[in-house]
């Protein structure tokens, strides 16, 4: 007989140890996936029959009942940031996307590894049918778990080039590109770029963008010209002093976020610098806030409705469907010309 804890109903971690295999494997066998090996699937089912383990998410399908509810994770551990407009802007979209179906929709924050464990034991005991990620960082690896305890999962973006489960995310790279290469276009030169946090994969991608622009036209970036902001406000208006102070020089700037760039105008006022003759600006996302800067922030435009109305769509057929590939849905951009450069 297995190692059990006493009176504890059997985990699935207890049955892979059990049957000698990963978590992924077990629940792949539990959800009937195809690939894995015969005497593999036999070992899992011996394992499953002697712990006498009910797999919450099976035993709930066989049932035909379901919660009715998708949990929308927000894993962004500065709760600071959530003031920001990506959060509600995000949080509204998915909400009109699910309007129109019997879906709850639960809002969570997920951090450290303790609250990791704890929401997947949650969402795999039946409380909701599917999860929606969003603000992930490079090594956060709660989408893994959600993936081998077999619960359909859909990102907002990517956590690196080679990511495997399904996500939803905006061209960045290439919408980046063409905030610079407008720029260099209206004669501006020296172009200066303030990123995200660049342990996020969104911050790296708007990075390069801004990179192959200034390469394409044989401009050499100056290490005076990169500065490192966190997306928010705050973070763009201490940036941009940081530039002007390195490099008075500096005739344009490329702000990674509406919100950087909100705060890269009043540092530039601050500074006596005059937008857009002195310095261009331009930001990334074209939220409500790019219409009420002064002046109205020229940005990228990001279709933030049709990644919420995407992410949504994909998280439905997942849990209908169980399809044995992921998705990777990449959608366009656009940049909106309005008076800051």
Known sequence: MG??????????????ALAGVGRGTVS????????????????????????????????????????????????????????????SETIRSVGDALTDTKMQLLLTQVRTDAERRRFVEYARGGRVDGVLLMSLHAEDPLPDMLADAGLPTVMLGRRSGDESIS????????GARSAVDH??????????????????????????????????????????WVV???????????????????????????????????GALNALRAAGRQVPRDVAVVGFDDFLLAQHTDPRLTTVRQPIEEIGRTMVRLLLEEMEESPVAWRHVVLRTELVLRDSG
Request: charge should be negative; aromatic fraction near 6%; include cysteine.
């Open 167 to 174: 996500y939803v995310d905006a061209d960045n790279t290439g």
């Open 3 to 16: 190692k059990q804890r006493p009176g504890a109903a059997p985990t699935l971690e207890e049955v892979a």
């Open 183 to 224: 720029l260099l276009s209206s004669g501006r030169s020296a172009v200066a770029t303030i990123t995200g946090p660049l342990d996020m994969y969104v911050a790296q991608c708007r990075l390069r963008g801004y990179r192959e622009a200034l390469d394409r036209a044989g401009v050499e970036v100056k290490p005076s």
């Open 228 to 262: 490192e902001g966190d997306f928010t406000e705050q973070s763009g208006r201490a940036a941009m002093a940081e530039i002007i102070a390195r490099d008075p020089e500096v005739d344009a700037v490329f702000a990674a976020s509406d919100g950087m760039a909100a």
């Open 28 to 87: 792949r066998v539990i959800n009937n996936v195809a690939g894995v090996k015969d005497s593999t699937r036999r070992a899992v089912q011996r394992a499953i029959a002697e712990l006498g383990y009910v797999p919450n998410l099976a035993a709930r399908s066989l049932a035909g009942r379901r919660a009715d509810a998708v949990a929308l994770v927000m894993t962004e551990p500065d709760w600071r940031k959530f003031g920001e407009p990506f959060f």
